[in-house]
Structures are given as structure tokens and as C-alpha cells.
């Protein structure tokens, strides 16, 4: 279908009204401490009704909404949060965190130390799962508590946790915004991947540096802690490991994201079960005239972001028809970008700015990449592997270092939860302390700036350019 230009009231700003209606209802329920998938969807729905009233011919504006939604690329991250649910689902309740908090109780670390540990298990769990925060609220319940009584500083145990989610979001071959910023570019992920690796570990390693020295805490309970250790870790889990290794390593080989995953859920579900960690009747079963199971609620748990992402993706959409694109094309790319290392740089800016704005990477990287990014790269000649791995890098920080930015305002959430559960000795991590010990994202922002400038990786996808 041929796209419309659309006419505002108050020229091509009115596409920004849903946007506005989303991120102030967004900023406010987030302020509140409730930022639910269900209410970001609200206001996300009434963003687009309300824009009706600022569109000059209503019909087309309606239209254009039905065509925003069925951008093959908008529908990416739909699928992939719903088998990252189906595939996760098996990983948690199997107890694969707790496995992984057994394995670092072991070496018998402290303070910064272990903060460093807690950063490399997050991010062994959320490259495994593929999602952030699905790694963040499972592990500020596990690894924070049981951190924070043995000596780690809160903040940034907290910062620590969060930063490993960051690190499976930005490299996990089955992350919504590796696949989406391999799509929009036409880049194969399993190239995208291994290009990355190298920004990811030296950005990981200084992050750990930064851990070790500033995670040390007070020690509260020696006897509490090992309690806790009791309660949560266990080795017999631990194996649950090797299905997340084998779905990334088909999607590095090149197999389909569809295919690695279903090979990786039906190695976890096996081996759960062969363990005794599962039960058949677990994963799925029939009460009160409804499926129910493990595989049911980890499926139906991202319907509010599918259904987010949904009613977001328009608004993208109408950017471009508005004509507001279009402006911003020809004022940055006709006059201001007139460099290779200009554009590299306008690029994290550019991504950055959009991803603050809509408070959802995958689709600010629908607004800003088909658009304005991908534009941007082929005056410049750039290869698809390198505008991913710069879109990718630049959402993965501003998405974990605002306030109320989703991962920040769970921190501060769960956070709570658990110091009601151990009060004295937990205390909870507020959004605004978080945003300062996220370390990993904090130096993504140099990593990144540092490759744009010094054209640190220039040369990545070029042979496999399309």
C-alpha cells in the first residue's frame, strides 16, 4: 500500500502527539512506581485516538494507523518476546538463576567482588534468555538480597544486576534489539553478534573494574547470609546452562532464530525433566476450563509488551507521513552530517534521543532507523553490520540509565519487595541511585563514541554488505 502524506492541524509536530500522550502517561505511572505494560499500553492507545484531533483528514490518519501496524519489521519484536517467553519460562522455573547463584557462592566472595560475580551471572542469564528484564526481576530477588548481607554495596549490586541485563540485551543472538537492528539493516544476526563481541567484553571488563572497587558494603549477618545462600542456590540446576548455550551458539552459526530456539526449548525440556527439576504436568495442564502451566504463563506474560509494541509501532509510522522525517533527512544529512565520523556519531545521538523519548528501544528503533539511520548509512557507505552494532550499543545505554526508563523503575520496585522482606538488613535501591552504578551501559557510551571516532570496527559487515 502507497504511503499517505498526512496533514496536521499544526503542521508535521502533530505526529508527535501520540508520542507526547504516551511519554507523559509513561513518566507518570512510572513516578508512581507502576509501570505495567497494561498502562503504557493505555496511554499508548489513547496517544493515537487523541492524534486524531490534530490530523487535517481523520480517514487517512485512521488508515495510516492500520498500515504502521502491519510493517513486517514492527512485528519482529512480537515474535521474538514470545518465544523468548516460551524458552525463558522453561529456564526459570527450572531454576537455572539459582544454579548460577550456587556456582559464584562457591568461590566465597564479598563486597566488590562479588558485585563483579553477580554482573557476570546476570549476563550469562540474560544472554541465555534474551531479555533484560526478565533477568532483572528474577535476580534483584535472588542474588540482591543475598549480596547485600554478605558486604556488597546495595547501589551497586543493584547497578551490577542491571548491567548484566544491559549485556544480554545488547548481544543475545535472540534479544528483541539484535534482531530488530539486524533487520532494519539487512544484516545477518550471527554477524551482528560476533562483531559486537568485542565492544561488549571490553566494555564488560572495565565495567568489572569498576564493580570490584566500588562494590564493597558493609558485612550484616554472616549466619542470614548463609541462609539465604540456602535458600536459593543449589548446583542441581546448574545444568539447565547448557540449552542457553546451544540456542546461542545455532544463532551464531547462522541457524534462524525460530529454529535455534525451538532446538534450545526442546534440549531444556527434556533435560528438566530427565533431572526431576519439572514435571510434565508442570509445563502444561487443563483446570477451570483454561490451559495453565509453565509454558502457558511464560507465553501470556509478554502479551502486554506484544500488544505495546503493537500500538506503538504506528506512531512511528506516522512520522514519516507527516512529513517530519523527511525534514529532519534533509537538515542533518543534506547539511549538517558531511562526514564518515559526523554521521557515525549522529547516528548514537540520533538513536539515543529517540530511545529517551519513546522509552522502548525496539521502537525507537522502528522510528529512527528505516528513516533517518539507514538514509544516513548508505551516503556514507556504511555496512549494515555497522549501523546494528551503533543503534544496538547506543539503545542499550540510555534504555538503563534514565529514572524512569522500565529496567530503573523495577530495580527500585522488586528492590522494595525485598527489603519489606528483610527489613533491617535490606535496604531498598531507588531509580536514581541505580541510573549512577549501571556500569556496563554507562561505559557503553564511551566504548561506542570511542569506536565512531576512531573508526574502531569500521571495516565490520562490509564483505557481507547488501
Not at 502524506?5 to 507518570?28: C, D, H, K, N, R
Not at 504463563?297 to 502479551?303: A, D, E, L, R, W
Not at 549494515?384 to 524512569?404: E, F, H, K
Amino acid at each position: 500500500m502507497e504511503k499517505k502524506q498526512l496533514e496536521f492541524w499544526i503542521g508535521p509536530m502533530g505526529s508527535l502527539v501520540p508520542f507526547a500522550v504516551f511519554l507523559i502517561g509513561t513518566i507518570y505511572i512510572c513516578i508512581k512506581g507502576a509501570p505495567t505494560e497494561t498502562g503504557m499500553a493505555l496511554f499508548a492507545l489513547m496517544g493515537l485516538m487523541i492524534g486524531a484531533f490534530f490530523a487535517k483528514n481523520r480517514w487517512d490518519y485512521s488508515e495510516e494507523i492500520f498500515v504502521g501496524m502491519a510493517d513486517p519489521i514492527a512485528v519482529v519484536p512480537v515474535l521474538c518476546w514470545l518465544i523468548a517467553g516460551f524458552f525463558g519460562a522453561i529456564l526459570k522455573s527450572s531454576g537455572l538463576v539459582n544454579g548460577l547463584v550456587w556456582a559464584a557462592s562457591q568461590v566465597h566472595l564479598t563486597g566488590g567482588a562479588f558485585c563483579v560475580v553477580s554482573f557476570i551471572v546476570c549476563a550469562i542469564y540474560a544472554s541465555a534468555t534474551g531479555t533484560s528484564m526478565g533477568t532483572i526481576i528474577p535476580c534483584m530477588a535472588v542474588i540482591y538480597p543475598a549480596g547485600v548481607i554478605i558486604g556488597a554495596n546495595p547501589a551497586v549490586l543493584a547497578g551490577a544486576i542491571v548491567s548484566g541485563g544491559c549485556f544480554g540485551d545488547n548481544l543475545a543472538p535472540i534479544s528483541d534489539t539484535t534482531i530488530t537492528s539486524a533487520k532494519i539493516n539487512n544484516a545477518a544476526i550471527g554477524d551482528v553478534v560476533r562483531s559486537r563481541l568485542k565492544y561488549a567484553l571490553v566494555t564488560a571488563a572495565i565495567a568489572c573494574v569498576l564493580f570490584l572497587i566500588f562494590g564493597g558494603g558493609e558485612m550484616q549477618s554472616q549466619a542470614e547470609s548463609a541462609r539465604i545462600m540456602a535458600e536459593f542456590a543449589t548446583p542441581k540446576t546448574l545444568p539447565m546452562i547448557l540449552p542457553a548455550v546451544l540456542v546461542i551458539f545455532l544463532a551464531m552459526r547462522g541457524h534462524h532464530l525460530v529454529e535455534s530456539i525451538a532446538w534450545g526449548s526442546l534440549f531444556a525440556i527434556v533435560e528438566a525433566l530427565a533431572l526431576g527439576l519439572l514435571k510434565f504436568s508442570d509445563l502444561l495442564f487443563v483446570a477451570d476450563g483454561a490451559p495453565q502451566g509453565i509454558l502457558v504463563n511464560g507465553v501470556s506474560g509478554m502479551f502486554g509488551l506484544c500488544i505495546l509494541a503493537v500500538l506503538l509501532a504506528p506512531m512511528a509510522h506516522l512520522f514519516d507521513c507527516s512529513g517530519l522525517l523527511a525534514q529532519l533527512r534533509e537538515k542533518l544529512i543534506e547539511r549538517l552530517i558531511t562526514t564518515r565520523k559526523k554521521a557515525e556519531v549522529s547516528i548514537l545521538l540520533i538513536m539515543g534521543l529517540f530511545d529517551a523519548m519513546i522509552n522502548f528501544s525496539t521502537v525507537a528503533m522502528l522510528a529512527a532507523g528505516p528513516t533517518l539511520i539507514k538514509e544516513i548509512g548508505k551516503k556514507f557507505d556504511i555496512s549494515g553490520v555497522r549501523l546494528a552494532n551503533l543503534m544496538d550499543c547506543s539503545a542499550c545505554t540510555v534504555s538503563y540509565l534514565l529514572p524512569y526508563m522500565v529496567p530503573l523503575v523495577a530495580v527500585m520496585t522488586v528492590s522494595g519487595e525485598v527489603a519489606a522482606q528483610y527489613p533491617g538488613l535490606v535496604p531498598q535501591v531507588t531509580a536514581n541511585q541505580a541510573m549512577f552504578t549501571a556500569f556496563y551501559p554507562i561505559v557503553m557510551i564511551a566504548t561506542v563514541l570511542f569506536a565512531a571516532l576512531t573508526g574502531w570496527g569500521s571495516k565490520d559487515g562490509e564483505k557481507t554488505k547488501s
